[in-house]
T-cell receptor, first 111, second 113 residues
Framework: GNSVTQMEGPVTLSEEAFLTINCTYT??????LFWYVQYPGEGLQLLLK?????DKGSNKGFEATYRKETTSFHLEKGSVQVSDSAVYFCALYNNAGKSTFGDGTTLTVKP | GAVVSQHPSWVICKSGTSVKIECRSL??????MFWYRQFPKQSLMLMAT?????????EQGVEKDKFLINHASLTLSTLTVTSAHPEDSSFYIC?????????FGPGTRLTVL
């Protein structure tokens, strides 16, 4: 079956530090990969996506590259801000018609 | 992007009562919507897939008589928690897909006393 494994949190960084949140997946076929962000008390918002191998998704300074050879989709940002503090979910979607989510990684950025 | 709304955003009810949560796609039509449950500091658990004009598809372990889903139109799905008990307290999130992207509602916080 499908599964997504995320780096365990919580992650605490100082402002302007470099961020990496690891994500690996197991899936049949060729899934699309997503990163979602959830702020306290809210639903999930799409952060970025990639639909095929070697695609790079990017948004708001965040990036992730679809690596089929390592089945990974690691999230990176060069310089985090306090406003980036949230929970980040890696997810995949394939032709089974459902999304599979990682457990989420809580990021706290301190000034 | 597409917008999905939920109502209410929070609800408190007494044990034994039923609660209805609405999920609407505001600017697109959704033949399929999804209902998730999220426990504190945990990931989303898919409860069921709501299909417009037909019965919902429930995930294993989810009681269909407990969590009634109705998808009567292309823009509205409802989740009714029947005879709610404190263990049903949770954060419920719906979603709908458009153009390959899943858009989520803001969630409904249910507290059963």
């Amino acid at each position: 079956g499908n599964s997504v494994t995320q780096m365990e949190g919580p992650v605490t960084l100082s402002e302007e530090a470099f961020l990496t949140i690891n994500c690996t997946y197991t899936a049949t076929g060729y899934p699309s990969l997503f990163w979602y962000v959830q702020y306290p008390g809210e639903g999930l918002q799409l952060l970025l996506k990639a639909t095929k191998a070697d695609d790079k998704g990017s948004n708001k300074g965040f990036e992730a590259t679809y690596r089929k050879e390592t089945t990974s989709f690691h999230l990176e940002k060069g310089s985090v801000q306090v406003s980036d503090s949230a929970v980040y979910f890696c997810a995949l979607y394939n032709n089974a018609g459902k999304s599979t989510f990682g457990d989420g990684t809580t990021l706290t950025v301190k000034p | 992007g597409a917008v999905v709304s939920q109502h209410p955003s929070w609800v408190i009810c007494k044990s034994g009562t039923s609660v209805k949560i609405e999920c609407r796609s505001l600017d697109f039509q959704a033949t399929t919507m999804f209902w998730y449950r999220q426990f504190p500091k945990q990931s989303l658990m898919l409860m069921a897939t709501s299909n417009e004009g037909s019965k919902a598809t429930y995930e294993q372990g989810v009681e269909k008589d407990k969590f009634l889903i109705n998808h009567a139109s292309l823009t509205l799905s409802t989740l009714t928690v029947t005879s709610a008990h404190p263990e049903d307290s949770s954060f419920y999130i719906c979603s709908a897909r458009e153009l390959g992207i899943e858009f989520f509602g803001p969630g409904t916080r249910l507290t059963v006393l």
